[in-house]
């Protein structure tokens, strides 16, 4: 299993992309975007479930955290069944985000990997994508590292992503 | 656990998203197109991998039924870690794949939905979609239902989706 | 040139691409999604753009009007230019709106299709959509057809996108 | 009006939208994924509208030069009607499509922006976007830029879409 950390923006969804194509075997991928889409459109907005706001905050709730905490244990049991899964999350809890994957995850083999992106680029590539609130990304970068431990770090400020996750590859050996 | 299982364009979308806005508590929906977009690309019309004709056939192969039997199985970890959990699925094995999913429900409660539509009226909305390749309607519908037990059977052809969606949702009392 | 104009959710997008399927001769589509498409993205929730209301109000400012009769100038260019267009429309300003677009086509000759659908039925198909603002369909049923004239009008309530973009078709002969 | 040109994967979309952004003036935005958009979908794979070769090739016929070259006119007479315009374009055919743009333009003032990627950076980048065929890029690098003349060109190789908008926006002035 490859779980990768990174604020909105920093270049997550484009290694993970490139992941599925430079690894020789097929793995899954699942994510926050993943599971947000799965949740009913009524915790869209609403304080027990998840609230985008117009400044690029986001906060949740307690529907939405026992959902996850089930969609996690839910991921990992497809991990243990065999399936190779590649995880990323915005650990907006930082080192309480990543003690919530390794309760879930017990003994099973992990490799943990941080997306860096210098939050003026990660602001800039928010507007280029024009599809997220500005000011997400900018809220969430001093968040999401904070005591979390990494086997391997990638910065995809001058690195283009296909790069990050050959590195990323070379570390499954 | 809800399961519904329809052919292509028989209208499950539609129906999972009216279940989520009419049930109370919050359900979380995965399916067969959320799984195969967590697959590689390079399993995308891979012969091992999922193949999409071009005369609407499916054919799945080896590398697709071992990933899909995985995620069954985080699937139904979910719901056993307390989500309520809706899928939607097309039984291109009939019989065999509720067996597929019984065997790895176990003794979860689990309600069985058939969503039927007339195959003419299915390939009709196939081409309103713009979305799907025109055949996939009309080559899925014999197969799907074949030997397939239900608690509960909606027809979309002359009840729109939240009409089916509300006795779905009586029927968990 | 074909405009066929009708509230959110009454199903023109469906009869728009079943159109485009059944007429022998190529025709491009434009619409007020595609319009809206075109903006800056400023313009989303600006009141000299285009405000979209919880409650599913539409209301649109200056900044819209100005771009909006340019583009219609536009799309009838295209048609004077040999190409055959369907344009689905939401006439928010009834006869109104027609006018707009009568003083732009001039000469051109135009099909005037109107899509009803109950509201009932249309509040039922936004949910079952799950992207459209819930109320936005009962808000515009009411205003959408006052006072403009048609030469076919179809309902979509009980009629498949298919069967009646096969009736258009047929008013074109 | 604004156009500019470049091979897929290039950038285009990027800076398109972060030209919308940091001009004052509400601008709107067309090019050819909407033009692709707006044809009937019987014309993609289709000899005499537009095909995609498995290995990133991209061959036009008749109908859609025909359909494309009303399609210009119009964009045209958006502008001319007063709306700002930027387009975004892959000139295939390089001088010869330039001339195809001038000829529609007359004297309407139009800033040519050439979009440079290099091409492996290009390839790197269509991966991780996922959607489109692999190969395009490199196919159309040597071909787009081919005898066009230009009034400023950007490099997104080393260079973020918005700072590339912003050296656009300052030669508007």
Not at 43 to 65: A, E, K, M, N, Y
Not at 67 to 89: C, F, H, N, P, S
Not at 90 to 119: K, N
Request: proline residues 5%; negative net charge; charged residues 20%.
């Amino acid at each position: 299993m490859i779980i990768l950390n990174g604020a909105s923006s920093s270049g997550k969804s484009g290694i993970v992309r490139c992941l599925q194509s430079v690894l020789p075997d097929p793995w899954l991928t699942f994510g926050c975007d993943s599971f947000v889409d799965a949740l009913p459109k009524k915790l869209w907005s609403s304080p027990g479930g998840i609230v985008f706001d117009d400044d690029g905050g986001v906060s949740v709730g307690d529907d939405f955290r026992a959902l996850e905490a089930a969609w996690t244990q839910g991921v990992v049991t497809m991990a243990r069944a065999g399936a190779r899964i590649v995880v990323d999350d915005v650990f907006l809890g930082g080192a309480a985000s990543q003690q919530r994957w390794r309760t879930a995850l017990g003994d099973l083999p992990t490799l943990w990997v941080a997306v860096h992106c210098d939050p003026a680029t990660a602001a800039a590539r928010e507007i280029a994508r024009g599809d997220r609130t500005p000011g997400m990304a900018a809220r969430q970068a001093p968040l999401v590292h904070q005591g979390v431990a990494y086997d391997i770090e990638v910065d995809t400020t001058h690195t283009e992503s296909l790069t990050c996750a050959q590195a990323i590859a070379s570390r499954l050996g």
